[in-house]
């Protein structure tokens, strides 16, 4: 049986690429288009290197890819890429990076919870720009921020990015309340939760019931002057009602990672607002969460060519 070839278009770690080379031999792509390939260019780069295995990372993978005889396609992040439905109509097997690195997207929202609650962002702004007396008022006044000590943190579905979320809040003396109408072990309804908590995470897949969970009436159950943080997926809630909301002092700050189609535009009103920190997806950014991620998906690329079954994915 001949030895499957494999073109890796992200950069792997070594540990990930040694372990790929038990099971196929690796063809890496020096010059790579810095938003990836598209669907064309990437099937004339299967022909020409004879691969079967393909690990991708953004690139286009469509009608033209999916016409080759492919064992499988494996994307580094979320399959957004991939025409998944086509794939399926012509069997080839789509593997991703499932697990998510919970400790890595929890400290980013924590790290976006103190940047809001104590208006980092805009006071690091001004220190750069000799502006810290403008107006002649202190920066300690006007960047007054709140103490989140003593307040209560509502964690929006309790999966393992909401875990880790709970016990490092805990340990800041933080009181954490919880709601997943999946886990037993949750405290509270979601409107009991928004009633109660200075501080409103989101820690949710993005499903069919869950799109656009948090709109005008779910911002307007929230304390007044409380925080919303977004590190899951932009859709979770509509945006609009959330500016509006932020606007009118309903919600007091917003921290978000993540905007539908992984574009926010920049005329955009929230982008006007001060009193929101955004950052571009960075949740598990991190070289450990890469590298475990590689680990993970080269692991599934060997059990698959093997005929072995895939281990499930846990709920994020």
């Given at each position: 049986?001949?030895?499957?070839?494999?073109?890796?278009?992200?950069?792997?770690?070594?540990?990930?690429?040694?372990?790929?080379?038990?099971?196929?031999?690796?063809?890496?792509?020096?010059?790579?288009?810095?938003?990836?390939?598209?669907?064309?260019?990437?099937?004339?780069?299967?022909?020409?290197?004879?691969?079967?295995?393909?690990?991708?990372?953004?690139?286009?993978?469509?009608?033209?890819?999916?016409?080759?005889?492919?064992?499988?396609?494996?994307?580094?992040?979320?399959?957004?890429?991939?025409?998944?439905?086509?794939?399926?109509?012509?069997?080839?097997?789509?593997?991703?990076?499932?697990?998510?690195?919970?400790?890595?997207?929890?400290?980013?929202?924590?790290?976006?919870?103190?940047?809001?609650?104590?208006?980092?962002?805009?006071?690091?702004?001004?220190?750069?720009?000799?502006?810290?007396?403008?107006?002649?008022?202190?920066?300690?006044?006007?960047?007054?921020?709140?103490?989140?000590?003593?307040?209560?943190?509502?964690?929006?579905?309790?999966?393992?990015?909401?875990?880790?979320?709970?016990?490092?809040?805990?340990?800041?003396?933080?009181?954490?309340?919880?709601?997943?109408?999946?886990?037993?072990?949750?405290?509270?309804?979601?409107?009991?939760?928004?009633?109660?908590?200075?501080?409103?995470?989101?820690?949710?897949?993005?499903?069919?019931?869950?799109?656009?969970?948090?709109?005008?009436?779910?911002?307007?159950?929230?304390r007044p002057g409380s925080i919303y943080l977004n590190t899951s997926r932009g859709a979770l809630h509509d945006l609009t009602a959330l500016v509006d909301a932020l606007r009118w002092g309903?919600?007091?700050?917003?921290?978000?990672?993540?905007?539908?189609?992984?574009?926010?535009?920049?005329?955009?009103?929230?982008?006007?607002?001060?009193?929101?920190?955004?950052?571009?997806?960075?949740?598990?950014?991190?070289?450990?969460?890469?590298?475990?991620?590689?680990?993970?998906?080269?692991?599934?690329?060997?059990?698959?060519?093997?005929?072995?079954?895939?281990?499930?994915?846990?709920?994020?």
């Amino acid at each position: 049986m001949r030895r499957p070839r494999a073109l890796v278009l992200p950069a792997l770690p070594e540990s990930a690429l040694a372990h790929l080379r038990e099971v196929a031999d690796p063809i890496e792509v020096p010059a790579r288009p810095s938003l990836g390939f598209t669907d064309e260019q990437l099937a004339d780069l299967v022909v020409e290197t004879g691969a079967t295995v393909l690990l991708t990372d953004g690139d286009r993978v469509r009608a033209s890819v999916l016409s080759l005889d492919l064992d499988v396609v494996a994307v580094m992040g979320p399959p957004t890429s991939v025409d998944l439905a086509l794939a399926a109509e012509r069997g080839v097997p789509v593997l991703h990076a499932r697990d998510r690195d919970p400790d890595a997207v929890a400290e980013l929202t924590l790290a976006l919870m103190f940047a809001v609650s104590r208006h980092i962002v805009s006071a690091d702004r001004e220190v750069r720009r000799g502006r810290v007396y403008k107006g002649k008022v202190s920066p300690a006044q006007r960047h007054r921020g709140r103490r989140l000590t003593g307040r209560t943190l509502g964690i929006v579905g309790l999966g393992q990015v909401g875990r880790a979320m709970r016990w490092r809040c805990e340990g800041l003396g933080m009181r954490v309340i919880t709601c997943d109408p999946h886990v037993p072990e949750a405290t509270h309804t979601l409107p009991a939760l928004l009633a109660e908590a200075d501080v409103v995470s989101l820690h949710v897949p993005l499903t069919a019931e869950t799109r656009g969970l948090f709109g005008y009436a779910e911002f307007s159950a929230m304390r007044p002057g409380s925080i919303y943080l977004n590190t899951s997926r932009g859709a979770l809630h509509d945006l609009t009602a959330l500016v509006d909301a932020l606007r009118w002092g309903q919600v007091g700050g917003a921290g978000l990672d993540h905007f539908e189609g992984e574009w926010l535009d920049p005329s955009h009103p929230l982008i006007r607002l001060p009193n929101v920190v955004l950052t571009p997806r960075l949740g598990e950014a991190t070289g450990e969460s890469r590298e475990e991620a590689a680990e993970a998906l080269v692991a599934d690329i060997a059990r698959l060519l093997r005929g072995e079954e895939l281990a499930p994915a846990e709920s994020a």
